[in-house]
């Protein structure tokens, strides 16, 4: 059975479920990770700078331009260009806004303490950022969805990089996936046009 008959097979709930068990258990990585590879945990919460300038600047504003460009892309690429195998889709879907807020800041807060706070600081940038895409598997065996997570993440690790602020990573993570899944909500599966 693929992994697309196993989603379409989901329940909206199961699923929802799944991903938030999913983002707990990369939450518990990232406390454990951080306790043996750090010297003590306020080392960890160096990485946690409330600055609204940067957050908006470098957090924000690149989020922004990230969904834009992936807008002007679903636009006018094949709609078979961005299947990830009816995740995204089945995800955001019919979903409230209020639901899709609330993922989105999941994955994003959680995402970016183990792949930037932990991974990044400890292994590097590059590694971190290859990792990320890597464990987004459902995006290797397409170009364009792979080509586009492994941008985004060298440049959210090259923001945190910019200004060692999680806030900073959280925020551009969160705007992406908060606009992309209200646009797939309420656009039929994020595509705005077929090509």
Known sequence: MSQREIILGMTDRALRKQV???????????????????????????????????????????????VLIDVILMRFLPKSTFD???????????????????????????????????????????????????????????????ASVLMISFYIGYLFEQTGNLFVTITAHFIVDFLLGVTIRYYKGGIIGEA
């Open 20 to 66: 938030i068990l999913s983002q707990g258990l990369l939450l518990a990585a990232s406390i454990i990770l951080s306790l043996l590879l750090f010297d003590s945990i306020e080392d960890w919460f160096q990485y946690f700078n409330w600055n609204p300038k940067e957050i908006f600047y470098f957090g924000l504003l690149p989020g922004i331009i990230i």
């Open 84 to 146: 990830d195998g009816g995740v995204n889709e089945k995800l955001f879907t019919g979903q409230p806004v209020s639901s899709i807020f609330f993922l989105s800041l999941l994955v994003a807060w959680t995402e970016e303490m183990l792949f930037r706070g932990v991974i990044q600081t400890s292994f590097g940038y590059v590694f971190a950022s290859v990792f990320f895409a890597i464990v987004h598997i459902r995006y290797l065996k397409k170009p364009i969805l792979l």
